[in-house]
Nanobody, 125 residues
């Protein structure tokens, strides 16, 4: 089982920025697709961004396009999510996920097998 550890959440004012990190603890060779999801209180979990690591193909939900950037450091085996121009509606628990998919199946709607514990992002107006 792949274990994922997130970090980088926090509290910022609207318009601010944060960077989230996600590092698999082992079995990194099994991972070729990773993603970020979020869940706000009383709402369903939402796919935010994904990356197909071998080709660096990314996918974003519409509400974060142009503001969030997903990336993967192939040497350190760490995935990042840069959150810019944050809005109060971005407030949620953010989770990273990992799985093994081909590039066509890797996206924000993929059924990921491994999940992290989550990191809180709070944006105040």
């Amino acid at each position: 089982q792949v274990q994922l550890v997130e970090s980088g959440g926090g509290s910022v004012q609207a318009g601010g920025s944060l960077r989230l990190s996600c590092a698999p603890s082992r079995f990194t060779y099994l991972i070729d697709c990773m993603g970020w999801f979020r869940q706000a209180p009383g709402k369903e979990r939402e796919g935010v961004a994904s990356i197909y690591i071998p080709l660096a193909i990314t996918d974003y939900t519409d509400s974060v396009k142009g503001r969030f950037t997903i990336s993967h450091d192939n040497d350190e085996k760490v995935m990042y999510l840069q959150l810019n121009s944050l809005k109060p509606e971005d407030t949620a628990m953010y989770y990273c996920a990992a799985g093994s998919f081909d590039y066509a199946a890797c996206g924000v709607r993929s059924d990921f097998a491994s999940w992290g514990q989550g990191t809180q992002v709070t944006v105040s107006s």
